[in-house]
């Protein structure tokens, strides 16, 4: 079996359409944890690769200190304001969402419901290329500003710029769970 077709085993709820008896076993959550403990990625790629193609849920909470802590030194290093500077409690959940909304872009499938995946529009004899990348859509401006309690407006100002600069980081250690899987498994 190629590359391709062991990784989209990988995704939860994946179905192996290859029933031709042989080749490679249908994969366990516990046979990509072996193979991503395996080598030297760095811890925050680790817990990423376990959320999601082993679905290890409770690897969560320390995956969202390690990249809150990763916005937050972003932040201090580029010396970005708090959104809210006298309310403490209240920027401290912006940064936590702001965090989470990042792991969320990464380990969520993101499916466009106008093409359920497919890339392609199809709507009775009308067929053409969708929208979406690749039957993937991301979050819009506005449902991110939400998930992180900010006004639009603000948002398009300030924040999806840095946002989109530590969602760089976050692509880096996804890609390097792909590759560190496709070289073990």
């Not at 290890?56 to 809210?84: A, S």
């Not at 309310?87 to 936590?96: A, G, N, P, V, Y």
Request: aromatic share 10%.
């Amino acid at each position: 079996m190629v590359n391709a077709n062991v990784m989209a085993l990988l995704a939860h709820g994946s179905i192996n359409y290859e029933g031709v008896p042989g080749g490679t076993p249908q994969l366990t959550a516990e046979d990509v944890a072996g193979a991503l403990g395996m080598g030297s990625l760095p811890r925050e790629a680790y817990l990423l690769g376990l959320l999601k193609y082993a679905e290890d849920k409770t690897v969560l909470h320390e995956l969202d200190r390690l990249v809150q802590e990763y916005v937050i030194g972003v932040g201090v290093k580029e010396g970005w304001r708090e959104p809210w500077p006298k309310e403490k409690k209240r920027s401290l959940m912006f940064f936590k969402q702001f965090a989470r909304l990042m792991i969320n872009e990464i380990v969520d499938e993101n499916i466009c419901k106008s093409c359920n995946g497919t890339g392609i529009f199809s709507h009775s004899k009308l067929i053409r290329k969708c929208n979406c990348t690749n039957g993937k859509k991301a979050l819009s401006k506005l449902k991110q500003a939400k998930f992180c309690n900010i006004n639009h407006q603000a948002w398009n100002e300030r924040w999806y710029e840095r946002y989109s600069h530590c969602l760089k980081q976050i692509h880096v250690w996804h890609a390097s769970v792909i590759f560190h899987l496709i070289n073990h498994i």
